[in-house]
């Protein structure tokens, strides 16, 4: 293990959080938010755990230069080891990428072949995704366990939904986590001229698959302000969204990005036949950010960085962790968590992706109204999904990932279910064990 020489006075508080997966591009975002937010987030010990080497010492190097540009107190340690690095923390966040960039190119491509959107969080490369990451994830947890029984872990990894789901039923204290919802939340606090903090979203669905049903002013009880949003500004929604301004009018409500893929199907499943992958884009562009990382005059997080995607991720990780470890967090955030009767319509032990208020025992989703069925439809079929893909995470089997394959609305068709089962196995077979 590598130690921080430091220069400052350790924090007093001393809490320790952990990061797996810290050689990661995106680890510079995390670590400039908990430097601004220290007041949020005191921390007297941030370890980054990766295996690999080369990358952690880049990331390692800037992640230190930029506590130190920012005056923050705490020490910055790397390591390879995972268990030492988990040993004793806090919090413990997972951002993992099982396969790295080479996977997730297969992903967004052989999907294709059959018509099918290639993406790495859903369809049949999401899919492929879970197989490949909710062992790992386990495996990490239970060692988590073993070393730092009262950390929290938070999951940035995709799916989140599923991995999430799969740490909860093995017991573990974890709480999924995604940038969707405070990215819109910044973008309308921006145009309605407000505080982010003032900006409260009825978010409700699964991870990846969301709806802002309405646009609070104040809190959970305050003005809803979606319809003048929308009357004001739903060009620039739509065009973020990359869907036609008279569908949000007509549905009233902002869907995710995510939706896109549900919404236009075939329109993407064109573009993306016709232009380089977004795993090819994101593989260059790390290049350069890791050349950039090497520069030791580097003291901030680039520019470049904001391409990458992720943004804002830092913030919502801070506010999180900080209300777990009973800090100065928001009391309402966007979270992904059972499900606990809050959709009354999924099992109790199903992940939502929600408003809930978040403390020192975790996240409780705050009461949803009645959600219209042409959400609630999409919500459930995507949920059986997400079972089905669990179950062939955890006991693999060609007939298992046929079912969750068959049973999701990008895909459907029997002959597809077929087609992609044989692909995905081909594709992953190194990161199969049963296969």
């Given at each position: 293990m590598r130690q921080s020489s430091g220069g400052h006075p350790p924090n007093p508080r001393r809490t320790k959080i952990a990061v797996v997966g810290g050689g990661s591009t995106y680890t510079p975002e995390l670590v400039d938010g908990f430097a601004r937010l220290r007041e949020t987030l005191p921390?007297?010990?941030?370890?980054?755990?990766?295996?690999?080497?080369?990358?952690?010492?880049?990331?390692?190097?800037?992640?230190?230069?930029?506590?130190?540009?920012?005056?923050h107190p705490g020490t910055i340690t790397t390591t390879a080891d995972l268990d030492a690095g988990v040993a004793g923390a806090d919090a413990v966040l997972l951002q993992l990428r099982v396969g790295g960039q080479?996977?997730?190119?297969?992903?967004e491509t052989w999907p294709l072949?059959?018509?099918?959107?290639?993406?790495?969080?859903?369809?049949?490369?999401?899919?492929?995704k879970a197989l490949r990451t909710v062992p790992v994830v386990l495996d990490i947890?239970?060692?988590?366990?073993?070393?730092?029984?009262?950390?929290?872990?938070?999951?940035?990894?995709?799916?989140?939904?599923?991995?999430?789901?799969?740490?909860?039923?093995?017991?573990?204290?974890?709480?999924?986590?995604?940038?969707?919802?405070?990215?819109?939340?910044?973008?309308?606090?921006?145009?309605?001229?407000?505080s982010p903090g003032d900006v409260h979203l009825d978010h409700v669905g699964l991870n990846h698959l969301t709806w802002e049903?309405?646009?609070?002013?104040?809190?959970?009880?305050?003005?809803?302000?979606?319809?003048?949003?929308?009357?004001?500004?739903?060009?620039?929604?739509?065009?973020?969204?990359?869907?036609?301004?008279?569908?949000?009018?007509?549905?009233?409500?902002?869907?995710?990005?995510y939706l896109r893929y549900f919404y236009a199907h075939d329109a993407v499943v064109g573009e993306m036949r016709t232009r380089p992958s977004r795993a090819a884009e994101v593989a260059a562009m790390e290049q350069r950010l890791l050349e950039m990382y090497g520069d030791r005059s580097l003291?901030?997080?680039?520019?470049?960085?904001?391409?990458?995607?992720?943004?804002?991720?830092?913030?919502?990780?801070?506010?999180?962790?900080?209300?777990?470890?009973?800090?100065?967090?928001?009391?309402?955030?966007?979270?992904?968590?059972?499900?606990?009767?809050?959709?009354?319509?999924?099992?109790?032990?199903?992940?939502?992706?929600?408003?809930?208020?978040?403390?020192?025992?975790g996240a409780a989703p705050l009461p949803l109204?009645?959600?219209?069925?042409?959400?609630?439809?999409?919500?459930?079929?995507?949920?059986?999904?997400?079972?089905?893909?669990?179950?062939?995470?955890?006991?693999?089997?060609?007939?298992r990932v046929f079912k969750a394959m068959l049973a999701h609305p990008l895909i459907g068709q029997y002959e597809y279910a077929e087609a992609l089962t044989e692909r995905l196995v081909a594709h992953n077979r190194e990161h199969l064990p049963w296969a």
């Open positions: 921390i007297g010990e941030l370890v980054l755990v990766d295996p690999a080497a080369g990358r952690l010492d880049l990331v390692g190097g800037l992640a230190r230069r930029i506590f130190a540009r920012q005056g080479a996977a997730r190119e297969k992903d072949e059959c018509g099918c959107v290639g993406q790495e969080t859903t369809g049949a490369g999401g899919l492929a947890a239970e060692r988590v366990r073993r070393a730092a029984p009262g950390a929290w872990i938070v999951d940035f990894t995709n799916p989140v939904g599923i991995v999430t789901r799969a740490l909860l039923q093995a017991g573990h204290r974890a709480v999924g986590l995604c940038n969707v919802a405070i990215g819109l939340q910044r973008k309308f606090a921006a145009l309605l001229a407000a049903t309405g646009v609070r002013l104040g809190g959970p009880g305050g003005e809803n302000v979606l319809p003048r949003l929308l009357a004001e500004h739903g060009d620039a929604i739509a065009r973020d969204l990359r869907l036609p301004r008279q569908m949000l009018d007509r549905l009233g409500v902002v869907p995710s990005y003291d901030e997080k680039p520019a470049l960085l904001a391409q990458r995607g992720g943004a804002y991720y830092s913030e919502a990780a801070v506010d999180l962790v900080a209300s777990l470890l009973g800090g100065a967090g928001s009391p309402y955030q966007v979270v992904n968590t059972y499900n606990n009767g809050t959709l009354p319509f999924l099992p109790d032990d199903a992940v939502v992706e929600v408003q809930a208020a978040v403390g020192t025992k109204p009645d959600v219209d069925p042409l959400y609630g439809g999409l919500i459930a079929n995507v949920t059986a999904y997400e079972e089905l893909a669990l179950q062939a995470a955890l006991r693999g089997g060609r007939d």
